[in-house]
């Protein structure tokens, strides 16, 4: 799996990860979808919005709870879990230039007790990641996102059960390089649909 700036990223990987809300680099996880249409992808909130991933680090989230996959460094992957608990799939960063996935039988980082689900293990002008087979075997949570065929509106469950859709303009080409400064709007719909959170979005 890949994630990085889509103009960076290569084709002909497996999965795509990407970003639903700012992450420095803006919301890549719509131009992702857009840009490799047979891949597997695997959406990242940094500010608590709906996605499959939570980012937990700094100057992002700090707990993971009601997100199916949580990400970390290795070094903290022991102290969140022991405060969070473990989620559906655990994600690491763990750099070493060296394919794996992170456990006491691969990379045995000090105080590492078990296996995770997946690691990213190089950074560079985009990161690359080695994942277990059964990785997306979680697809299907409430924490999913149905998207638009031109990739400028999603639509998703926040982990309070709110339903929030996220749109830009389609005749600008956001589909393939979302900014959050390009006239992005987040609506929270939960109230005009009626009933009582919370929602799910079918598969």
């Given at each position: ?160 059960g709110h339903l929030l859709v996220f749109s830009a303009d389609p005749d600008k080409g956001y589909g393939v390089r979302w900014q959050p400064s390009q006239g992005v709007s987040v609506s929270d719909v939960t109230d005009g649909i009626g009933g009582t959170p919370p929602y799910t979005l079918a598969p």
């Open positions: 799996m890949a994630d990085g700036a889509i103009a960076l990223l290569p084709p002909g990987m497996d999965a795509y990860a990407g970003y639903v809300d700012d992450s420095g680099i803006g919301v890549t996880f719509p131009g992702i979808v857009v840009a490799f249409p047979d891949a597997r992808y695997l959406s990242i909130s940094v500010h608590g919005n709906p996605a499959l991933c939570a980012d937990v680090e700094h100057g992002a989230m700090t707990d993971w709870t009601g997100y199916p996959v949580g990400y970390c460094s290795v070094a903290d992957v022991m102290a969140q879990v022991a405060a969070h608990g473990r989620p559906k799939r655990l994600w690491t960063a763990h750099y070493t230039e060296t394919p794996h996935i992170c456990g006491p039988g691969t990379c045995a980082f000090p105080g590492l007790m078990f296996d995770v689900d997946g690691t990213q293990w190089h950074s560079g002008a985009y990161d690359e990641s080695l994942l277990n087979d059964d990785f997306f075997d979680f697809e299907g949570s409430d924490m999913a996102l149905a998207i638009s065929s031109d990739g400028c509106t999603i639509a998703g469950i926040s982990p309070s």
